[in-house]
T-cell receptor, first 115, second 109 residues
Framework: EADIYQTPRYLVIGTGKKITLECSQTMGHDKMYWYQQDPGMELHLIHYSYGVNSTEKGDLSSESTVSRIRTEHFPLTLESARPSHTSQYLC??????????????FGPGTRLTVL | RKEVEQDPGPFNVPEGATVAFNCTYSNSASQSFFWYRQDCRKEPKLLMSVYSSGNEDGRFTAQLNRASQYISLLIRDSKLSDSATYLCAVNKDFQKLVFGTGTRLLVSP
């Protein structure tokens, strides 16, 4: 069982509010990821990091920002939430191993609704 | 063309049936392949990695066909609890995986 945690699990918030979605893992994984997934749709990578102080934008443009100050922690921030940000946000992590890419383990997700 | 493609289904099968899904990928340089299971409104959970020689885990068998650039997942003796969406994932580069949209499986009594 993967040890990756996300809080809050559900968030309903008004337009214009600043929000931070938390993601923590206790596996010592170097690589961490944020995905956005709408119901019945595919996962879209919005941010990733391959270590402390490294962050990269993913394939789907997002108005959110991320930081990686500690290995275990990869928070995502929206400065001003809008209804278009309503979605499920999934955090994942993986080892920096010998293979080109190791399997990713996912947190339980945060379901965000912006009114 | 999408980097990873899957038949969205749904695949409706009775309990006890054998069912197989394929997933095609476009990048011939890909080297890492995975199958994930995702239940409704839950996170994806790793089902199995796919190795070049093929691999089996209980009722599940995964295979890789590099020549035709697809991976497959075979489920034998389907259970009601196998009902879920099955996502394939393929590495895009050394940092990222690309996920398919998933194939939905419904197992009925």
């Amino acid at each position: 069982e993967a040890d990756i945690y996300q809080t809050p699990r559900y968030l309903v918030i008004g337009t214009g509010k600043k929000i931070t979605l938390e993601c923590s893992q206790t596996m010592g994984h170097d690589k961490m990821y944020w995905y956005q997934q709408d119901p019945g749709m595919e996962l879209h990578l919005i941010h990733y990091s391959y270590g402390v102080n490294s962050t990269e934008k993913g394939d789907l443009s997002s108005e959110s920002t991320v930081s990686r100050i500690r290995t275990e922690h990869f928070p995502l921030t929206l400065e001003s939430a809008r209804p278009s940000h309503t979605s499920q946000y999934l955090c994942a992590s993986s080892e920096f191993g010998g293979r080109p890419n190791n399997e990713q383990f996912f947190g339980p997700g945060t379901r965000l609704t912006v009114l | 063309r999408k980097e990873v493609e899957q038949d969205p289904g749904p695949f409706n099968v009775p309990e006890g049936a054998t069912v197989a899904f394929n997933c095609t990928y476009s990048n011939s340089a890909s080297q890492s392949f995975f199958w994930y299971r995702q239940d409704c409104r839950k996170e994806p959970k790793l089902l199995m990695s796919v190795y070049s020689s093929g691999n089996e885990d209980g009722r599940f068998t995964a295979q890789l066909n590099r020549a035709s650039q697809y991976i497959s997942l075979l489920i034998r003796d389907s259970k009601l609890s196998d009902s879920a969406t099955y996502l394939c994932a393929v590495n895009k580069d050394f940092q990222k995986l690309v996920f398919g949209t998933g194939t939905r499986l419904l197992v009925s009594p």
